[in-house]
């Protein structure tokens, strides 16, 4: 009577898992470029929106800042306007002052 082996043999095993580990790395690699192709246009359109959101950010900061500078010139300004009012009160008086000899 012949023996037959319902089991894989030892070599069966050793040349799959020979097979297995040779090919790992370019399964591995196969798996990366899928994912890269997939989601590098969708990245792509990330980044062209995020420098988008940079420039008009940059843009409304630079509006901000040049408004809080003119309202700090004006509260600068107060000194000044103040000078005017002064001066034209003066200058209201004497004309009145004027009429009146």
Same mark, same amino acid.
């Given at each position: 009577?012949?023996?037959?082996?319902?089991?894989?043999?030892?070599?069966?095993?050793?040349?799959?898992?020979?097979?297995?580990?040779?090919?790992?790395?370019?399964?591995?690699?196969?798996?990366?470029?899928?994912?890269?192709?997939? !989601?590098?246009?969708? *990245?792509?359109? %990330?980044?062209?929106? =995020?420098?988008?959101?940079?420039?008009? &950010?940059?843009?409304?900061?630079?509006?901000?800042?040049?408004?809080?500078?003119?309202?700090?010139?004006?509260?600068?300004?107060?000194?000044?306007?103040? !000078?005017?009012?002064? *001066?034209?009160? %003066?200058?209201?008086? =004497?004309?009145?002052?004027?009429?009146? &000899?």
């Amino acid at each position: 009577p012949t023996l037959t082996l319902s089991c894989p043999t030892v070599t069966d095993k050793f040349t799959e898992s020979l097979y297995v580990l040779a090919n790992e790395p370019s399964v591995a690699l196969f798996r990366l470029q899928e994912h890269v192709r997939r !989601s590098l246009p969708e *990245l792509a359109q %990330h980044k062209s929106d =995020m420098q988008s959101w940079e420039e008009q &950010s940059q843009g409304a900061i630079y509006t901000v800042e040049y408004a809080c500078s003119a309202i700090k010139n004006m509260t600068d300004s107060t000194v000044y306007f103040k !000078s005017i009012d002064s *001066l034209l009160k %003066h200058a209201i008086a =004497m004309k009145e002052q004027l009429n009146t &000899s």
